[in-house]
Nanobody, 123 residues
Framework: QVQLAESGGGLVQAGDSLRLSCVAS????????MGWFRQALGKEREFVST????????FYSDSVKGRFTISRDNAKNTLYLQMDNLKPEDTAVYFC????????????????WGQGTQVTVSS
């Protein structure tokens, strides 16, 4: 059974940092493109960032570019999202996703999803 388990969310103040982790089990994701999405209350889930299997390419949404950094450790089957200079508008449930079969920015392209971790940024 394939599982993606996110952790690292929490309540922080604007300007603070958080590091999210996503541990994959049940399958080796070392050859798969992985990504992060988020969903704010009352809004649709949106693309945040993605990284290719070799870490050679990374992509970010305009809203997080320059503040968030995606990375991965294939030996640990783990995906990370370093979030710096957090803003209240970053408040959302963050999901990791794996195995892209289409456009990296479209959630329908990802086969596997975690349950999400809540990030709340107060002003």
């Amino acid at each position: 059974q394939v599982q993606l388990a996110e952790s690292g969310g929490g309540l922080v103040q604007a300007g603070d940092s958080l590091r999210l982790s996503c541990v994959a089990s049940g399958r080796n994701f070392s050859s798969a493109t992985m990504g992060w999405f988020r969903q704010a209350l009352g809004k649709e889930r949106e693309f945040v960032s993605t990284i290719t299997w070799s870490s050679s390419k990374t992509f970010y949404s305009d809203s997080v570019k320059g503040r968030f950094t995606i990375s991965r450790d294939n030996a640990k089957n783990t995906l990370y999202l370093q979030m710096d200079n957090l803003k209240p508008e970053d408040t959302a449930v963050y999901f990791c996703a794996g195995l892209v079969t289409g456009a990296y920015y479209e959630e329908d392209s990802y086969r596997y999803w975690g349950q999400g971790t809540q990030v709340t940024v107060s002003s």
